[in-house]
């Protein structure tokens, strides 16, 4: 399976401000995704991203709150803009394995809004 | 829409104490159901995939077994190294293709010397 890494591993920011986490992938991957961890809740998807096309947002998320760039085929970026506490969570993006259906997941970013 | 209910909550044995997790799932067709293991302050680490009822997948002192609406993941003399939360997901065959997982909120297993 793929060796994935994210960038910041956690953060404390306030709210208003921005955040983009950086995901790295050691091989080259069509799609990556980014899910949100939620205390006490489960993954939920957030977006697909392919790399020379626009991200696809899942209901309940929107570009203008969790811009997505891809510009090469091992790196992606999400950044949450102006935060509130609400967005308190661990943010994780994941692969595709080989397989094209089982998907391996990052370390994730632990971020924490004051 | 795609749901998964998975119980308990949280499970506390004792080692050597076998015992099963179960994923209940509604999905309009299912193209694969995935268990992961996930530690305090990590990802989730990919344990097994299921495609259809009746199949069985074993790795050390786990089962994953498949049923038309359910999976169990039978722990075997559970060690507390096995200790974690375990994630059930499920992918839905989706006119066009889709790769979205709907997760469970997971089971927190403990196990105690």
Redesign the interface.
């Known amino acids: 399976s793929a060796v994935i890494s994210q960038k910041p591993s956690r953060d404390i920011c306030q709210r208003g401000t921005s955040l983009t986490i950086q995901c790295q992938v050691d091989s080259q991957v069509t799609m990556m995704f980014w899910y949100r961890q939620q205390p006490g809740q489960s993954l939920t998807l957030i977006a697909t991203a392919n790399q020379g096309s626009e991200a696809t947002y899942e209901s309940g998320f929107v570009i203008d709150k969790f811009p997505i760039s891809r510009p090469n085929l091992t790196f992606s970026t999400l950044t949450v803009s102006n935060m509130s506490p609400e967005d308190s969570s661990i943010y994780l993006c994941s692969v595709h394995g080989q397989d094209q259906e089982t998907q391996y997941f990052g370390p994730g970013t632990r971020l924490l809004v004051l | 829409e795609d749901q998964?209910t998975q119980s308990p909550e949280a499970l506390r044995l004792q080692e050597g104490e076998s015992s099963s997790l179960n994923c209940s799932y509604t999905v309009s067709g299912l193209?694969?159901l995935?268990w992961?293991r996930q530690d305090p302050?990590?990802?989730?680490?990919?344990l097994f995939?299921l495609y259809s009822a009746g199949e069985e997948k074993e790795k050390e002192r786990l089962k994953a077994t498949l049923t038309k609406k359910e999976s169990f993941l039978h722990i075997t003399a559970p060690k507390p190294e096995d200790s974690a939360t375990y994630?059930c997901?499920v992918?839905a065959i989706l006119t066009g293709g889709g790769?979205?997982?709907?997760?469970?909120?997971?089971t927190q297993l403990k196990v105690e010397l």
Do not use: D, H, I, S
């Open positions: 998964v193209r694969g995935f992961y302050g990590k990802g989730p680490e990919f995939t994630l997901a992918q790769n979205k997982l709907t997760f469970g909120t997971g």
